[in-house]
């Protein structure tokens, strides 16, 4: 069973920094592409950005684009979300995923069959 574990979130004001980090637990992490999502309260989960297997390709949401990198270490089996400029609208619980096998669409939740517990963060303004 594969585990993913976040940490980093916490609280900051806007125009502030956030580095999140997700550990993961089994060995063959460098197959996979790796996504982070967010959801806000009320809100769904949303898609973030996502990593591929090697990290030469990367997608990101119009919303975090030019703000956020993402970025992982295989090495380490850890990929990584660095948040610049932070804006009280990215507010939310952010979740670190590893895409399932043969899944086509990078950006949407259910293309992804392991998730992390979350990890808060909150923007004041």
């Known amino acids: 069973q594969v585990q993913l574990v976040e940490s980093g979130g916490g609280s900051v004001q806007a125009g502030g920094s956030l580095r999140l980090s997700c550990a993961a637990s089994?060995?063959?992490?460098?197959?996979?592409?790796m996504g982070w999502f967010r959801q806000a309260a009320g809100e769904e989960r949303e898609f973030v950005a996502c990593?591929?297997?090697?990290?030469?390709?990367?997608k990101y949401s119009d919303s975090v684009k030019g703000r956020f990198t993402i970025s992982r270490d295989n090495a380490k089996n850890t990929v990584y979300l660095h948040m610049n400029m932070l804006k009280p609208d990215d507010t939310a619980v952010y979740f670190c995923?590893?895409?399932?096998?043969?899944?086509?669409?990078?950006?949407?939740?259910?293309?992804?069959?392991?998730w992390g517990q979350g990890t808060q963060v909150t923007v004041s303004s």
């Open positions: 089994e060995g063959t992490f460098s197959n996979y592409v």
């Open positions: 990593i591929s297997s090697i990290g030469g390709n990367t």
């Open positions: 995923a590893r895409k399932g096998v043969g899944r086509t669409n990078w950006i949407i939740a259910s293309s992804y069959d392991y």
